[in-house]
Every structure is written in structure tokens, then in C-alpha cells.
């Protein structure tokens, strides 16, 4: 079964910087990789497919990369409305479509 | 526009049942499989299944396999999460979410959640 990891698990970004986050996977998942935005007390919003592709609506501030087993999530110029916990999940090679385990942007 | 609503949740004792279920519109709910997402209190995601667009293919996580079934019905565009034998670790929001043509697709338009409280 092919695992998720994160990292950092914390990141603490000032408004206007650029963020970067990290998912490997402990195999390769081809570009099926998905990135989702989760704010307190709110359902998870899908930002990113097929590791590079933005979901409808989402701002071109987020941007993603990667293919294989290594993927970055990049927010350009952090927003306030940004500072949220961001998940991975692959949905290569299924069951299980595994989520990473997340990393919150917080403000610095 | 887009909206899907879980509702059944609820607080039930360890090894009793539940039944979850989505309600969908503004999209044509028979073209796109659907998953099952729960959250633990203070904890990431984690799949819990997946169903085809038809109902013929179900998937599960091992964790809820052989006490949850996923199911739908296309005629009255909803979705359901049958939870038997249920435990403490079962405790969770547990959101549904549209996938796509194929199984192998993200979610991208989720619910707003149902709580299930586990707790005798």
C-alpha cells in the first residue's frame, strides 16, 4: 500500500510571501495527485488535480507541481484567507485513495 | 449549482448501526461516481469508499471493510454510508464528495459533513 508523508507540518508564512509544501508518496502515483485546502470547521476544497491542473474557481496564486513519488503545492503571495491545513491525496493505484497526513499554514 | 448534504449522523453505542446519507443536486448525480470521507475529532482525512456512477464497483478502506456498504440511488439522487458493528474509532464528521466519470478521480464539490458520535 502505497503511503503519503507531508511536510513541513507546520508552516509559518507572513501575508504576501510565497508557501511551499511538500507530499511524497512511498511509490510512484503518475500525475494522480490531488491537493485540497481545509479551513476550521469547513468541508476540504479541491485546489489542484492531476498534480498541476487548478480546480474551477481556484486563483492562480496556487499552483502545483510534481509527478512520481514528489509533489509541491505553491502558494505565490499568501492571502489571509489562505492560512488553512492543506492535504494531499493520491488516486493512483486504488483502494485506498490515502490522504497525507496535512500541513497548516499558519501566520508568522 | 452544486450541492450535496449529508445527513444521519449522530451519537449511537459501539455495535450498534447507522445509516448516512447524501442528498444531491444541480448536477446529474447518475454520471459521476461518489466517495465517502471521514475526519476524526482533531485529525486528517481519511477515505473511507467509493462507488461508481452505476453502483456496480464498490471500494473501502480496510478499516471499515466488511461493517460499512456504500450504496446509492440514482433515482433519487442520493447516496448512503450503512455503518454496522460500529466502534469507538469510527467517531468522526463523515463528508461525501462527487468524483468524476471514473472512479480513479478527487473529489471536487464535497458536503458540509455529518457528526457520528460513538459513545456508550
Known amino acids: 500500500e502505497i503511503a503519503m508523508t507531508q511536510s513541513p507540518a507546520t508552516l509559518s508564512v507572513s501575508p504576501g510571501e510565497r508557501a511551499t509544501v511538500s507530499c511524497r508518496a512511498s511509490?510512484?502515483?503518475?500525475?494522480?495527485l490531488a491537493w485540497y485546502q481545509q479551513k476550521p470547521g469547513q468541508a476540504p476544497r479541491l485546489l489542484i488535480y492531476?498534480?498541476?491542473t487548478r480546480a474551477t474557481g481556484i486563483p492562480a496564486r496556487f499552483s502545483g507541481s510534481g509527478s512520481g513519488t514528489e509533489f509541491t503545492l505553491t502558494i505565490s503571495s499568501l492571502q489571509s484567507e489562505d492560512f488553512a491545513v492543506y492535504y494531499c491525496?493520491?488516486?493512483?493505484?486504488?483502494?485506498?485513495?490515502?490522504f497525507g497526513p496535512g500541513t497548516k499554514v499558519d501566520i508568522k | 449549482q452544486v450541492h450535496l448534504v449529508e445527513s444521519g449522523g449522530g451519537v449511537v453505542q459501539p455495535g450498534r448501526s447507522l445509516r448516512l446519507s447524501c442528498a444531491v443536486s444541480?448536477?446529474?448525480?447518475?454520471?459521476?461516481?461518489m466517495h465517502w470521507v471521514r475526519q476524526a475529532p482533531g485529525k486528517g482525512l481519511e477515505w473511507v469508499a467509493v462507488?461508481?456512477?452505476?453502483?456496480?464497483?464498490?471500494y473501502y478502506a480496510e478499516s471499515v471493510k466488511g461493517r460499512f456498504i456504500i450504496s446509492r440511488d440514482n433515482s433519487m439522487n442520493t447516496l448512503h454510508l450503512q455503518m454496522n458493528s460500529l466502534r469507538d474509532e469510527d467517531a468522526a464528521v463523515y463528508y461525501c464528495?462527487?468524483?468524476?466519470?471514473?472512479?480513479?478521480?478527487?473529489?471536487?464539490?464535497w458536503g458540509q459533513g455529518t457528526l457520528v458520535t460513538v459513545s456508550s
Open positions: 491525496q493520491k488516486y493512483d493505484n486504488w483502494p485506498p485513495f490515502t
Open positions: 464528495a462527487r468524483g468524476g466519470w471514473s472512479i480513479a478521480t478527487p473529489g471536487d464539490y
Open positions: 462507488i461508481s456512477y452505476d453502483g456496480s464497483n464498490k
Open positions: 492531476g498534480a498541476s
Open positions: 444541480g448536477f446529474t448525480f447518475s454520471n459521476h461516481a
Open positions: 511509490q510512484s502515483v503518475s500525475m494522480n
